[in-house]
C-alpha cells in the first residue's frame, strides 16, 4: 500500500512541475498574442474612426450635416424625430434628424433595435427608413455631428423625447448591413 501511495505521490508531483514549466511557457506567448491583437485593435478603431470622419465629411458636402446644437433647437421648435442608427452593441451609432414624425409615417411595425437586428420581421422597416431617412443618395435626414457629445447630454435628449408631452421623438433602427441574411442571399 505505501508503495501505492508513492507512485501517486510521485505522479501528481510531475505533473505539477509539468504544469508549472508549461505556465512558464506560456507567459512569452500570452506577451506575443498581447502584442500582436493591442495595434491591431487600435489600428482597426482608428479605421472606423476614419471612416466615420469620411462619411461626416460626405454628409457636410451634400449639406446635410447639423450639430448637436442644431438637434437641439429643431427638436425643441418642430419636433420631429431623432433616428438612432446602431451598427452594434458598442458603435458606430449614428444620429439622424428629420421635421418627419417616423412613427406616424411609417407603414411598418417599429420594435427594438435588439429584436429588429436579430429577426426579419424588420428588414421592411430597416430598409424603408435606409430609403427614406439615412441613405448617403437619397435619404431626407440631417446626420448630427455627435463627436464630441458627452453620452450624458444624448441620453438626456432621448429621455426627454420618452415623455408623453413631447413633440419631439425617438427611433432606434439597425442598418441594413447587420441583418441576418437568408441563406443563398
Known amino acids: 500500500m505505501p508503495s501505492r501511495e508513492a507512485d501517486n505521490w510521485r505522479e501528481l508531483r510531475q505533473r505539477g512541475s509539468l504544469g508549472i514549466v508549461l505556465g512558464v511557457v506560456a507567459i512569452p506567448v500570452l506577451m506575443a498574442g498581447a ?5 491591431f485593435h487600435f489600428g482597426a478603431r482608428w479605421v472606423r474612426g ?3 470622419h469620411r462619411f461626416r465629411m460626405r454628409m457636410k458636402a451634400q ?3 447639423i450639430s448637436w446644437q442644431d438637434l437641439l433647437h429643431r427638436m425643441h421648435t418642430r419636433g420631429g424625430t431623432c433616428i438612432e442608427e446602431r451598427f452594434s452593441p458598442k458603435g458606430p451609432v ?7 414624425d417616423v412613427y406616424a409615417q411609417s407603414p ?3 420594435i427594438d433595435w435588439f429584436t429588429m437586428r436579430k429577426g426579419r420581421r424588420s428588414v421592411a422597416f ?4 435606409r430609403e427614406r431617412y ?3 443618395t437619397s435619404g ?6 455627435t463627436f464630441v457629445v458627452p453620452k450624458r447630454e444624448i441620453y438626456t435628449l432621448w429621455s426627454e423625447c420618452r415623455s408623453e408631452g413631447s413633440a419631439a421623438r425617438w427611433v432606434e433602427v439597425a442598418p441594413p448591413e447587420i441583418l441576418p441574411h437568408e441563406p443563398g442571399e
Open 63 to 65: 449639406r446635410r450635416l
Open 50 to 52: 476614419h471612416r466615420e
Open 126 to 129: 430597416v430598409q424603408w427608413c
Open 94 to 100: 449614428r444620429f439622424w434628424w428629420t421635421p418627419e
Open 108 to 110: 411598418y411595425e417599429i
Open 134 to 136: 439615412t441613405s448617403e
Open 140 to 145: 431626407a435626414a440631417f446626420l448630427v455631428d
Open 35 to 39: 502584442c500582436v491583437a493591442l495595434p
